[in-house]
RNA sequence: GUCCCCAUCGUCUAGUCUGGCCUAGGACGCCGGCCUUUCAAGCCGGCAACACGGGUUCAAAUCCCGUUGGGGACGCCA
């Protein structure tokens, strides 16, 4: 086809990533089409997304729209598509024609509730479930009755799958079914539309979860049947569950959008996922670039891995702080107004959020995490842990409190360089050691027992607000709630 | 049951192809310490693995065979 480069004597990458819109993407999805994105940029080549609905029960458009926003989400962006199968039932029709024409194909008038029989027969036998190919030699040429249409498959011989990621794979032709290739409302399986589009779209190299890896020498036979040139073919591994079963809903987030919900940063989730059954020496924290450079096959685990939510968590945290202030302040602001933040609002941190975040992003690690700390600064009147409050709000504490807001009314400007010397006064008068004087302030001022340091929280509150929360914290030490 | 694949710390992995440099390295987590105005972060230290059994070899985590264990597939799903 057209895509030989004679410069380079091989045929320029062209790969694909075909999900079956039944659902939002998953994280195993979007390691498969990570790898495949990877392996285009890495080699110049072409990304291709196909949507692969020839299931016109199960796929929705909700289910597409979902999978194209995990992908731009995730920065993964495709050269061409997305196609959608259901666009091409014809092509799809006329090559089966083609197949059943040449006698590599045959009517098939078995029911589906035949063939469960039969299934379940062989189960009980313990026998292989392989069809009995009841129909193969019958001879069929137009069927009144419903008929599927069966690919004749070689049963003779071996094939030899030559796996990038896995090394060569052999089976014996005897164990492969002659599989469906056109239902018997007349729409054509994965199987058949899969081989055609691979084909037709020039796809050299198919990378795919390790689930085809038995598929593969059926389509290797469609590939040759149709007189296709066979691509390459790269099975991932599996991603499984902490009990090493597959991953699934009840190992906690499995869709891609549920970590973005969670805080994550689109990065930090694409860097565990490539290091997830992929390595480049010790090396843990990649940027894209580095990722695009250093990608290959060769250090692709050939075995399944077991999904780590912790060990995101702490790649989310560097990502966090690497993380450059205005950038994090806008990713936060949707957390924000959950909190019922208003960006307009006239609650704001002194220097608005951006101020905030340097002093946040040290120590949190997901966005959730991060908007939740920021609550002190953007919500009035401060929210009070009535337990810190018990603890550390006072009287014993108040006349230190009240002394401190006394004289921080005349500093200016209100900053931790002018605040620390007056801090430090009140300690030595009070005989008080810094621990138990800041951390009744610390409650007083954010409602919490933990937050960055005293001076910064001053600073972003400023000094109204700052005065306005000692005397509410005063107030409740005089007279507490009931 | 049949077929296919896989097997290094709890987890992700380096090392395996090209046997010796491996008294098996890194990372997450966990434990302890330091720092300290809190919480984190940071820094330092610790625990922790070549599934088992046979070969081959002067030498095996690395090569071969078997066993066991795990995963996947066996749909008119993809």
Known sequence: MAH??????MTDVRVRFAPSPT?????????TALFNWLFARRHGGTFILRIEDTDRDRSTDA?????????????????????RQSDRWDLYRQKAMELLDRGRAYWCVCTPEELEARRKEAQAKGESLKYDCRCRERGL??????????????????????????GSITFDNAVLDDLIILRSNGYPTYNLSVVIDDALMGITHVIRGDDHVNNTPRQVSLFEALEYPVP????????LGE???????????????????????????????????????????????????????????SSAAVFN??????????????????????????????????????????????AVVPHLRERAKTLVEMADWTVPYIVDPVAMDEAAAGKFLTPAIAPSLHKFAERA??????????????????????????????????????????????????????????????????????????
Not at 144 to 164: H, I, K, M
Not at 232 to 239: C, R
């Open 232 to 239: 390459k073919f790269a099975h991932v591994p599996m991603i």
């Open 4 to 9: 030989f480069d004679m410069k380079k004597g």
């Open 309 to 354: 939510p912790e060990k995101l968590q702490w790649l989310n945290a560097e990502y966090i702080k690497q993380g450059e202030s205005r950038h994090l302040a806008e990713l936060l602001l949707p957390f924000l107004e959950k909190q019922g933040y208003d960006p307009n609002g006239v609650v704001q941190p002194r220097g608005g959020i951006e």
């Open 63 to 83: 289910a597409i729209e979902a999978i194209l926003d995990g992908l731009r989400w995730a920065g993964l962006d495709w050269d061409e598509g997305p196609h």
């Open 141 to 166: 040429t137009a069927p009144t009755q419903s008929a599927a249409l069966r690919f004749r498959s070689p049963q003779e011989g071996q094939t030899v799958v030559e796996d990038l990621i896995k």
């Open 23 to 31: 659902g939002y993407l998953h994280v195993g999805g979007l390691r």
């Open 243 to 301: 009990d090493k079963s597959r991953l699934s809903k009840r190992h906690g987030a499995t869709s891609v959008l549920a970590y973005e919900e969670m805080g994550y940063l689109p990065q930090a989730l694409v860097n565990y996922l490539v290091r997830l059954g992929w390595s480049h020496g010790n090396q843990e924290i990649f940027s894209i670039g580095e990722m695009i450079e250093k990608f290959s096959f060769d250090h692709v685990q």
């Open 409 to 482: 009314k005349t500093i200016e400007p209100f900053s931790k360089e002018t605040l620390e010397p007056v801090v430090h006064a009140i300690l030595e008068e009070e005989q008080l050691k810094m621990g138990k004087f800041a951390q009744p302030l610390r409650v007083a001022l954010t409602g919490r027992t933990f937050s960055p340091g005293i001076y910064e929280v001053m600073e972003l509150l400023g000094k109204d607000r700052t005065l306005i929360r000692i005397g509410q914290a005063l107030n409740r030490i005089k007279e507490p709630l009931i």
